[in-house]
Every structure is written in structure tokens, then in C-alpha cells.
């Protein structure tokens, strides 16, 4: 392969690993709002219920929105190692790299992340916020219902 047709796939491919890093951040949007709207609603129907086990399962969607959120980053994520290389190639000219391969790196970076790499996400603030909240609120006004500090 010429130069050019290098330097012109591995662009292509550059705009392309940036529009999917993008779109991931506008679904990221619509989970935080799935949890926000679900949980928070839970959390109220709880006290117009007079049913402190749907503060349990508004604490518990909380937590499963957190979880999706986290691995919805750790695949955005794994594409941040390709558009390294690739800049890295525009910044210094290095000859190794070979376009047209997203899918490989993305899964090679993936796979190597692991669960450290989903426990570290999760505690990124942009990540935990606003699920953590909602999840501890729920867990607190359940224990202040068991304990009859607080009546529901």
C-alpha cells in the first residue's frame, strides 16, 4: 500500500473512531436519564405506597443503571488506544501502524481491561454520578424505615 492511501485510510478511519466516541457520550445521556427517571420515581412512589422494599428496588435499578453506565464506558473506552495510535502515527510519522483495524484493537484493548478496569470506571465521578446518590438515598431511607427513625 502507497503512502497516501495510507495516510487517507487511517484518516477516514481517525473521523470514524471519533464520531463512535461521540455517540457513545449521547447514549451515555439517555442512561443517566433512564436511571434519574426510574429510580427517582421509585424512590417517591415508595412513600406514597407506604413501601419501604420499593426504596430496595429503586436502590437496586440505581445500581443497575451504574453498572450499565460503567460498561457502556469501558467500550467507549477501548477504542481511546486505536485513536492513540493512530495520532501518534500523524504526530511522529511512525511507519508500523496499519489502517483499518478498529475491530481488532478494540477488542485486544477490551479484553485486557478486565473487571479492575470496570471497578476503576465506576468510581470516575462523570460515571458514579447520579446513581450512587440515588442508590445510597434509597439504602439510607430503607435502614431509617427498619430502625423507625423515619416511617414510611
Known amino acids: 500500500m502507497d503512502e497516501f492511501t495510507k495516510i487517507q485510510l487511517l484518516k477516514e478511519e481517525y473521523l470514524h473512531l471519533q464520531n463512535i466516541i461521540e ?26 405506597s407506604h413501601s419501604s422494599l420499593v426504596l430496595l428496588i429503586a ?10 453506565e460503567g460498561y457502556w464506558k469501558t467500550f467507549q473506552y477501548a477504542y481511546y488506544d486505536r485513536i492513540g495510535k493512530i495520532e501518534k502515527f500523524f504526530e511522529k510519522g511512525t511507519k508500523e501502524i496499519v489502517p483499518l483495524q478498529i475491530g ?13 478496569r470496570l471497578v476503576k470506571i465506576l468510581f470516575w465521578p462523570h460515571v458514579a454520578l447520579p446513581h450512587v446518590i440515588i442508590f445510597f438515598i434509597g439504602v439510607i431511607f430503607y435502614i431509617l424505615n427498619l430502625f423507625k427513625i423515619i416511617k414510611i
Do not use: D, E, H, M
Open 23 to 48: 455517540r457513545f457520550n449521547g447514549r451515555v445521556i439517555t442512561i443517566k436519564s433512564w436511571s434519574i427517571s426510574f429510580s427517582l420515581t421509585a424512590l417517591g412512589s415508595a412513600f406514597v
Open 59 to 68: 436502590s437496586l435499578s440505581s445500581l443497575l443503571f451504574w453498572i450499565i
Open 104 to 116: 481488532a484493537s478494540w477488542y485486544k484493548r477490551w479484553k485486557s481491561g478486565g473487571l479492575k
